[in-house]
């Protein structure tokens, strides 16, 4: 009995693995196909779905149409899409159907798909289900299924492109929404100077300004989001110069939506939009105490692939947002936050202090709280608020082993295991070759001293009186716990904490056991110190 049991619970294990299998096989087979698979789920309005979604092979049914209709596959869109009276198609399906209502979106889908397939079928061709059995469609094992393409970037590249090609015309993609204009119809204007980011009146997820935000209010009651406008302005294009047999760009998901994208190196090269915007500014606030910065912005330009990484709502100057108190217009954020916001990564410093959050730079900055600047630091501070007009002109440093100690020996803490020698000067040459390799680091590491601070952290040149040589960790870290000095580890965790935490953070490999750093004593225990 108990072995039958055994076996039946065997069986049933067995089914549950085949079924999974088969359903996250399924999910690899829609993902990975080029045949275009979209989702008709409509959850905004159905909310809770019955049956699932319904897998939707787009590309098979444009071939199969345009073979059956003998006409090209971009003279099949109207079959199944309207047009507009400026003789565009809104991409929506069904047609003439009120999209809010769920009981009507679900006939209008049952009764558009089941026509075209009963046609089909009275021709004895192949097609798909020709009576209303849910299951058909809605099929079990893709009821937890849902196709999402990459996102897809209109690169510097891409508009270049465009540029060149439709000879600096503007207007065929870019407008503006005169809010003030009574007649709706032609509130949808070009104004050359004023062509900005699809994102900033269409991207519904980010919270706009107070004048921005009457815009995409007129914009969400016309359901134009980001997919939609693109899909919009991108497909119709491309559509018409295929039906004019001229070049065009591509009209399948699986042709935009491919998941590759350019690097910055393959972009630093390409010329980025021009709007009248100088190759080097200098930030002069009204008003302010402190001195003026000079900014490179060409050099900015070719180190984002976007321009909203800064301009996050229009492409005007931050000050004409912030000013020193905040204003409405900057949702109260005034030009110091703006500048300096620690986890904003749209301010120069929170996008410069996420720039350190890569593995090469972790090693040190990992140890290094974030410049306060509500307290100030002349030091840091005067870097960037110089008062001169040009950028200044920092060049690589190197280090020598003439000037550092090669190795050096940690034995305070020798117990059971030998001293350990640590590789002293390979290990700063290393650190200072990968700020050699940054402008942004280079522009702040300005000598060896700062590459010290990585590990001598808590380190103050000017209370030192041997400022070539920094403290050791046991001037601060005890052997002991001080229990006066809650936030002060003893001297092996201090060390284990920095040497460990640095190689997992630059992704070295860390040591797994003692000996791979310690060579075991081979009498004795020895002394606790050296």
């Known amino acids: 009995m108990k072995k039958s049991g055994l076996i039946l619970i065997l069986l049933i294990l067995a089914f549950l693995v085949i079924v999974i299998y088969s359903s996250d096989k399924s999910l690899s087979d829609f993902s990975n196909q080029k045949t275009d698979v979209v989702t008709i789920a409509h959850k905004e309005v159905f909310g809770r779905l019955q049956y699932g979604a319904v897998l939707f092979e787009h590309q098979k049914h444009v071939e199969s149409i345009a073979k059956a209709l003998k006409k090209s596959e971009e003279q099949t869109c109207q079959e199944c899409h309207n047009k507009n009276k400026f003789d565009e198609f809104s991409f929506d399906f069904p047609k003439n159907v009120n999209r809010k209502n769920p009981e009507e979106l679900k006939n209008a889908y049952h009764e558009n798909c089941l026509r075209c397939h009963q046609a089909f079928s009275f021709e004895n061709k192949k097609t798909g289900p020709v009576i209303l059995s849910c299951r058909e469609c809605h099929k079990r094992k893709y009821e937890n299924i849902e196709i999402k393409y990459p996102v897809f970037e209109f690169d510097f590249a891409l508009h270049d492109k465009h540029v060149k090609k439709h000879q600096n015309d503007c207007s065929l993609c870019h407008h503006t929404y005169d809010i003030e204009e009574k007649n709706k119809e032609i509130a949808l204007v070009y104004e050359s100077g004023t062509e900005q980011s699809c994102y900033y009146c269409h991207d519904f997820s980010k919270k706009r300004g107070p004048e921005l935000s009457k815009i995409v209010k007129v914009a969400k009651e016309k359901e134009l989001n980001i997919k939609k406008a693109f899909h919009s302005l991108c497909l119709n294009c491309h559509l018409q110069n295929k039906l004019e047999a001229k ?60 321009c909203r990484v800064c301009h996050h709502e229009t492409l005007k100057s931050c000050k004409e947002c912030h000013d020193l108190k905040g204003k409405q217009e900057g949702g109260f954020v005034n030009i110091v936050t703006a500048y300096h916001g620690q986890t904003s990564q749209m301010s120069c410093q929170g996008c410069h202090r996420s720039l350190i959050n890569r593995k090469e730079c972790m090693g040190c900055h990992y140890f290094i709280a974030p410049v306060k600047t509500d307290v100030g630091n002349k030091e840091i501070c005067n870097l960037c608020h110089s008062g001169k007009r040009e950028v200044e002109k920092v060049s690589p440093f ?80 005890g052997a002991s716990f001080d229990s006066q000095a809650l936030g002060r580890p003893r001297l092996q965790s201090a060390y284990h904490t920095m040497c460990i935490k640095c190689h997992e953070n630059m992704e070295i490999d860390k040591p797994k056991k003692c000996t791979d750093c310690h060579e075991r004593k081979a009498e004795g225990l020895g002394n606790v110190y050296n």
Request: glycine share 4%; proline share 7%.
């Open 247 to 306: 070049e065009s760009g591509p009209v399948q998901c699986s042709k935009c939506h491919t998941g590759k994208y350019k690097t910055l190196e393959e972009l630093k090269s390409i010329p980025r939009p021009e709007r009248d915007q100088p190759k080097k500014a200098f930030i002069s606030i009204e008003g302010a105490k402190m001195k003026g910065v000079p900014f490179n912005h060409e050099f900015h330009e070719k180190n984002n692939k976007t």
């Open 398 to 477: 190197n280090v020598s082993p003439k000037t550092l100690k090669e190795e050096v020996t940690i034995k305070h803490l020798e117990k059971e295991f030998e001293p350990v020698k640590m590789p002293h000067y390979k290990m700063i040459k290393k650190l200072t070759d990968i700020s050699n390799q940054s402008m942004l680091a280079t522009f702040f590491h300005r000598d060896v001293k700062t590459i010290c601070k990585g590990c001598h952290h808590k380190s103050k040149e000017e209370a030192e009186s041997k400022k070539e040589n920094p403290p050791i960790c046991i001037s601060c870290h």
